[in-house]
């Protein structure tokens, strides 16, 4: 028996009374002025003395200025983390920035304060309205509270539990091809058409975004719009969202092998044309695949994308097309089907090959059309954060 953990977010909506939204939002003013401060003190630190305040230093700038203790603490750890990130990272990581209102969106409780139960209890708010839809397993660590750009607020936990066992899948392998006409076609027929009912919301996201550019600059009605529109962004994320863990799941539940394209060599390829909407769409996809896979029993294996629509799927013959024939139609051995269903097959095929070259050859040859990736599970609307600074950009978004 394995003795792992891992660490799993939990995110459910919050219906807080207009008293309590008005203190969160209180609240939240208070950690937007506290981080504030605490940057301007660490800068002017940094020019007298080439040196940044020490934790403790930032700690006690928070101490009893009416956020409760923990909450202060986190946003004093977070704000010289980011510091020290930037230091250790050079260039990569962007020095903390000074943030208005709307950019400071969480209080997060690191330990205390806070239990579950009908309600969320938390200091200093008291009981909250919470929709829990589905159970947590395990034990929580960490509570946020997150104010959305829609108004909406919810609460993230994270929770410490048991890796799950191992399964073995005994389904077939599969060539998957990511396209426009349809989300996906597998190499055995299968079609997952794009959600219908995302249109519908999109449509509506278009409606309001009209709206909003007749009405007047800094008008009331604006803000009203504005405010329409982020919830109809949160629709469409979550409807997406929604959408890819199903699929998600319905593919690793029936094959024990998914051959996918590797798009990033694919983008380089195509030299940013054609690049489109479904591009996040799909890396966020291949992405849930990878880390649900390994608690599904599969295994998501990555290919060469040259010449996958080109190629013939039967005899190898390289036929020509454009974007908007449909059908792969060869001269050469008299095959012809779906375009992408072609594709598939090639992707699956090329994933057997590498495979066996893999075996043959131990090293360097493959790695660059060959990965796999794999690693925990995770159930819909929740998230299993590999690392520290990923469960960070989840949280605070
Ligand atoms: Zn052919």
Redesign the pocket.
Known sequence: MSEEKQIRAYKFRLYPSKKQTELINYQLWLSKELWNHMLSVCKSKYNKEKKFPTKKELRELVKNKGLFSQVGQELADRLIDAVNRKIKLKKKAGFPRFKNFSQMKSLVYPQFGFSLGEKLKVTPFDEISIKKHREIKGEIKTLTIKRESSGKFYAIFTVKEEKQQLKINSGNAAGMDLGLMNFAVLSDGTFIRNPHHLKKWEKRLAFFQRKLSRKQKRGRNRIKARIKIAGIHEKIANVRNDFLHKTANMILSNYSLIALENLEIRDMAMNNHGKNINDAAWSKFMNILSYKAESAGSRVVFVNPKNTSKE?S????I?QKSLFERIHN?K????SIDRDLNASINILNRSRNAQRISRDLPDKANRATLGSRGSNACGDRTEVLPMKQEAHEFIHG
Not at 314 to 317: I, L, Q, V
Not at 332 to 335: M, R, S, V, Y
């Open positions: 013939c039967s005899c190898g013959n036929v060869c050469n051995c008299g095959l």
